[in-house]
């Protein structure tokens, strides 16, 4: 009996340790929390209403927040005050912990992280602290609800950025790296000691991202010079100025390009009217750094984009840190990256060391071809491939050359196959038209996919490819594809690709490509991960700032959306153009 006692003593006391450590996670308590339920009720009621009330202190009635709608935070704010038996998190006897003091400075520092302080209410808070000296239960509850949502939107922001990826129908899994804002908040901010050293966990973790942040710093500087002297804009020029010639404000051209480094500040000043040397060299430091022609001519597409205000370059900066706040791990050191706007793949080794850059072929900027934005991991290589060519291309591409000539199909190496790939003679126009019957090219060095394509499958059926039209990544401007991605030296990628995979040297490839069988798929060992991105600022291993247009207007998008404020949307933007999936080559 003894026994028994002690067994049920034994289950009894490991039953009420158990209901202890659950009630642990439940309710948590901060160090700055007091003994007191006197705000409960008020905080309930604010949280509640997913909408703040006008401050009383101040006299133009506005909004206790900037953007006082934090419905889609709602949930979160009210799991966070829950788990606290609704006390109050960010005050202690009245006044701000030193927490929240560190946070308030974070925010008025927002616009260092490429964010906008008075999103997270930056002016207000000096008032906020202020009304705290009455210690009334408005005023703290206010205060604290404030905060709360405050450090949430920003916690967030800087994590996964302010916009979701797929508002812009762009396939990147943001979700992978999102945190539950109520449990982090609660354990990890509210009494956090260090909050900078916090946020700089918060962030991507990457050195392109760091580099940017340190660019947009020095751009919100120029941004400040340039509103200070307020400069004439350059004059126009209609044709390209050349060594030697004249161009009126060649002094203000010096000054221009001395501004972001493209001219050294120490060069002689200039007093005449003539473009020398000096200017041509900046000039082309200029040109390199926009993805221009790089023939040191001052260029009206040249003295456009020196006339473009600073403050346009730093609202660049701060997209590109958008986006980058958008991928997770593997995608943030991604081995292969595609920069549409810029035109160029990068390949990078395990270390995230740059290995190799080259130029690419991308999407038209007219006709739905745009090439999408996405993640993927690539997972084998096509050597003399066919290419399928998608009925929408076929339609309007093919079909009128084969009703103006029955041989058209024939006379370009095509051929017409059934649903099971069995090679079709009996077909009709409106056959390919409908896509009852299918077209493809046969492989060889005239295939629009050129002798190897790179696979890493997805939706849109986008890839990379080699291609036989070499002579369009002598272009600097180069969206002329239907939506895939065109490589311009596709020996090296697929040697890259398949390094430490058997014998795959450049001569086995060049065989593979050259006369090895067609339509031969290569697994890889070890899929990479590749990024088809959107920066259209970004800083280079040299340490430069580079600029690149906004071809898709992905940017301007973006700029609209943010103007709007939270809460930001979430759906795909019905006014943004869908990837057309086949439209590829």
């Known amino acids: 009996m003894m026994k028994a006692s002690a067994r049920s003593a034994c289950t009894a006391c490991a039953l009420t340790i158990l209901l202890l450590l659950s009630g642990c996670h439940r309710h948590r308590k901060s160090k700055s929390a007091p003994n007191t339920d006197a705000y409960s009720d008020n905080l309930h009621n604010l949280v509640e209403k997913k909408t703040l009330p006008p401050e009383k202190v101040d006299t133009t009635k506005s909004p206790n927040l900037r953007w006082p709608d934090f419905s889609d935070y709602e949930p979160l704010v009210a799991t966070f005050y829950d788990d606290r038996n609704y ?31 008075e999103d997270y209410d930056a002016p207000r808070w000096a008032d906020r602290v202020k009304a705290l000296n009455d210690k009334s239960a408005d005023a703290i509850s206010l205060f604290d609800v404030a905060m709360t949502v405050n450090v949430m939107r920003y916690i967030s922001d800087l994590r996964i950025g302010r916009v979701n990826p797929s508002h812009f129908n762009f396939e990147v899994p943001i979700q992978d790296k999102k945190y539950d804002l109520a449990e982090f908040v609660s354990d990890n901010a509210v009494d956090a000691s260090d909050v900078p050293k916090l946020i700089i966990g918060v962030e991507p973790d990457s050195d392109d991202y760091r580099k940017t942040e340190q660019a947009l710093a020095h751009y919100l500087d ?44 120490d060069v002689a000043p200039i007093t005449g009217s003539v473009f020398n040397s000096t200017l041509s060299a900046a000039v082309k430091n200029y040109q390199h750094r926009h993805g221009f ?28 840190l958008e986006r980058w706040r958008w991928l997770p791990d593997p995608y943030l050191h991604a081995r292969l990256m595609v920069n549409l706007p810029e035109f160029v793949l990068r390949g990078y080794n395990p270390d995230h060391k740059l290995d190799f850059t080259m130029r690419v072929v991308v999407g038209k900027v007219v006709g739905q071809h745009q090439t999408p934005v996405f993640t993927h991991m690539m997972k084998y290589l096509v050597f003399r491939p066919y290419w399928n060519v998608p009925v929408d291309i076929a339609r309007k591409e093919l079909v009128p050359h084969m009703t103006a000539n029955h041989g058209y199909l024939a006379s370009k190496n095509f051929e017409v196959t059934n649903g099971k790939g069995v090679i079709q003679t009996d077909y009709t126009t ?5 896509g009852a019957v299918m077209v493809r090219e046969k492989p060889g060095p ?11 499958p997805n939706q849109y059926d986008i890839y990379l490819h080699s291609t036989p039209a070499v002579s369009l990544f002598e272009q600097t401007r180069r969206d002329f594809s239907h939506g895939c991605i065109r490589v311009q030296k596709p020996i090296d990628l697929a040697v890259w690709v398949l390094q430490g995979q058997a014998d795959w040297d450049e001569d086995k490839v060049k065989d593979a490509m050259d006369s090895g069988s067609d339509n031969k798929t290569v697994n890889l060992k070890t899929p990479l991960p590749i990024v088809i991105f959107y920066l259209t600022a970004t800083v280079g291993e040299d340490g430069q700032t580079y600029f690149f247009d906004d071809i898709y207007g992905y940017d301007a998008r973006m700029q609209k959306v943010f103007e709007k404020g939270p809460p930001y949307p979430t759906r795909p933007d019905p006014a943004v153009p869908k990837p057309k999936p086949g439209d590829t080559a």
Do not use: C
Not at 222 to 249: C, D, F, H, W
Not at 430 to 434: L, M, P, T, Y
């Open 222 to 265: 120029l941004a400040r010079q340039q509103e200070q002297t307020n400069p004439e804009a350059l004059p126009m020029v209609t044709k390209p100025v050349s060594i030697g010639e004249v161009y009126p404000a060649a002094a203000a051209l010096l000054t221009a390009l001395q501004l972001e480094g493209d001219a050294a500040s």
């Open 293 to 320: 022609t790089e023939d040191g001519k001052l260029t009206p597409q040249t003295v456009h984009s020196l006339n473009v205000p600073m403050t346009f370059r730093v609202a660049q900066l701060q997209n590109s």
């Open 87 to 117: 006390e109050v998190a960010w005050t202690r006897d009245g006044a701000p912990t030193a927490t929240a003091t560190a946070f308030i400075q974070q925010f008025q520092d927002a616009a260092a992280k490429g964010l906008i302080p």
């Open 446 to 456: 005239k295939n629009s996919l050129g002798l190897v394509k790179f696979i890493f």
């Open 430 to 434: 409106k056959d390919v038209s409908q």
